[in-house]
């Protein structure tokens, strides 16, 4: 079994992504063992500091994604290998969806059987303290009708957030007297550990100055002022994942194939698809490329920034979100990769572009519409997409599980799909187009049967609550390959097509 911990905090902005970031690096140096940082949630960027800066194996579990059962799948495949595995919590313990503890941090404790550390900011706290770590420990008997599903008292443990050495010698002693839980050690109240936020959150890790020293100086710290003979014994409070008594239906089990799926020596992708990939667009789910590669698909990227254009022999393109307001002067003045995008989006490939992709395509007049900046997050949180009309991606009727979170707001959000939170509010959004000259008239296609080649907006998608998508993705632009003369492995759902160009040969179902 490997030891791991879940860290949550009472709220957001409590420290935990510099608090995982810290213990993640220090217990790999101090220990020379490898270290899996996984989040729970839809987040994007606290994956980008655990990969790069941390240089753990990450990724993403979340319970309105998945079952409990492919939670536990996804889990356990993303820490295989690892010494030790730490998973980050998202807002507060028990924040999830539409104000419920359903898809919560709680909830993902509960289903992983995992231990809680829960940072605490103590800047400006005494005593007052232990009755916020008390009210986090125990309002779990206010939410849950079962006292067999509570998470025990001894699979909680505190670490103090911006804390002297003196103070905590002082609450230590107080919160384990009056909470009944151990405190493992603190890190120090000091603004070069600090790592700034800006209305997304936290900043991508390139854009915060002098990262690598920061967080050299916070992990050198707490490998001080952290015991981690304690928090490694605490960790190996884990209860084993019984995966096989979960009682998986057919769906989960397809997915844990798929996403287990490794390809052998000798395999050979069966199609090329482009993804941008830079500082401007950096938000993917590795799930989302894991599924792709796994329905036979090569993954090639590239950066619009630096003025790369879509690789060559790629028949997809995935533009995926990030930062792009942030980038506009350098992205519009690379002609070549903006030329290149044109090109791609007018041949009749399958692009599929989400939020900030979205935004891109708009700006380069491709796809119709203006954007401004709100001064709030714009239809904020978890949704269900159904697909209104046929594309490439998905049949009308079909459905996706996915979230929005943007501040920019378009004149033309599309209305190709429905959105529904699980509020019950609802909202058109998202298009499925053919491409748009800078005058509104349609440019021209090589591929009539793949006309409306662009499916764009700004939700978020999350493939594997719908493989399908997924696999339609790929089959487009084999598709494609096959129409356009080029050599390919056959769709995975191969019906032996004249117009393909291995005739079937391949034998791929």
Same mark, same amino acid.
């Given at each position: ?55 753990? @194996? /990450?990724?993403?579990?979340?319970? *309105? ?23 980050? %919590?998202?807002?507060? *313990?028990? +924040?999830?969806?539409?104000? /419920?503890?359903?898809? !919560? ?59 002297? =050495?003196? #103070? ?8 384990? =007297?009056?909470? %009944? ?24 890790? +390139? ?25 490694? !014994?605490?960790?190996? @409070? ?11 239906? =057919? ?9 287990? *799926? ?26 989302? #490329? ?70 891109? #395509? ?47 707001? !378009?004149? +033309?959000?599309?209305?190709? *799909? ?11 959004? %998202? ?60 769709? !995975? ?17």
């Amino acid at each position: 079994m490997i030891p791991r911990i879940l860290v949550s905090a009472p709220s957001s902005s409590s420290g935990k992504t510099t608090a995982v970031c810290a213990l993640a690096k220090a217990f790999g140096r101090l220990r020379s063992e490898k270290v899996s940082v996984v989040k729970i949630g839809p987040d994007y960027i606290d994956p980008l500091f655990h990969s790069k800066i941390v240089g753990a @194996r /990450t990724g993403n579990v979340d319970l *309105f994604f998945n079952s409990k059962s492919e939670l536990n799948s996804l889990f356990e495949r993303d820490i295989s290998g690892s010494d030790f595995a730490i998973l980050e %919590g998202a807002m507060g *313990f028990y +924040d999830g969806v539409s104000n /419920t503890v359903e898809a !919560s941090s709680f909830r993902v404790a509960q289903a992983l059987e995992c231990p809680v550390l829960l940072v605490v900011d103590a800047k400006g706290k005494g005593l007052s303290i232990c009755a916020e770590i008390k009210g986090v420990v125990d309002f779990q008997r206010n939410v849950e009708d079962s006292l067999l599903s509570l998470i025990p008292k001894s699979r909680f443990a505190v670490l103090l957030n911006r804390c002297s =050495e003196s #103070l905590f010698r002082t609450l230590s002693s107080k919160i384990d =007297e009056f909470c %009944g839980v151990e405190v493992v050690g603190y890190i120090e109240n000091n603004p070069d550990f600090a790592i700034e936020s800006r209305h997304l959150g936290l900043v991508t890790p +390139d854009a915060v100055e002098g990262i690598e020293e920061k967080l050299e100086k916070l992990a050198s710290s707490v490998e001080r002022t952290v015991d981690f003979e304690r928090l490694l !014994s605490f960790a190996r @409070r884990s209860v084993p994942l019984h995966l096989r008594n979960l009682n998986d239906d =057919e769906e989960s089990l397809s997915l844990k194939r798929i996403l287990s *799926f490794v390809p052998p020596v000798s395999f050979v992708p069966s199609v090329r698809i482009a993804v941008a990939r830079d500082e401007a667009f950096c938000f993917y789910y590795r799930e989302n #490329l894991d599924l792709l590669r796994s329905f036979g698909a090569e993954i090639v990227f590239f950066s619009p920034l630096k003025n790369e254009p879509v690789p060559k022999n790629c028949f997809g393109l995935y533009i995926g979100g990030g930062y792009p307001e942030l980038f506009w002067n350098e992205l519009l003045s690379s002609s070549v990769a903006s030329s290149s995008v044109r090109r791609f989006c007018m041949s009749g490939a399958p692009v599929f572009a989400e939020c900030g992709g979205f935004m891109y #395509l708009q700006t380069l007049g491709i796809l119709p519409g203006s954007f401004e900046k709100k001064e709030r997050l714009v239809r904020f949180g978890y949704a269900e997409f159904e697909a209104l009309e046929d594309s490439f991606l998905m049949k009308k009727g079909d459905k996706v599980r996915g979230h929005e979170f943007h501040y920019f707001d !378009s004149s +033309d959000n599309g209305d190709s *799909f429905m959105a529904r939170k699980p509020n019950g509010k609802s909202w058109p959004c %998202g298009k499925v187009s053919a491409p748009a000259c800078a005058f509104g008239k349609k440019c021209p296609s090589s591929l009539p049967s793949l006309e409306k080649n662009i499916v764009a907006g700004f939700p978020h998608l999350y493939f594997p609550s719908n493989p399908g998508v997924a696999e339609n993705f790929v089959n487009a632009a084999l598709f494609h390959a096959s129409m356009s003369g080029s050599e390919s492995g056959g769709c !995975s759902g191969c019906s032996k097509c004249a117009s393909c160009p291995s005739k079937g040969a391949c034998g791929k179902k």
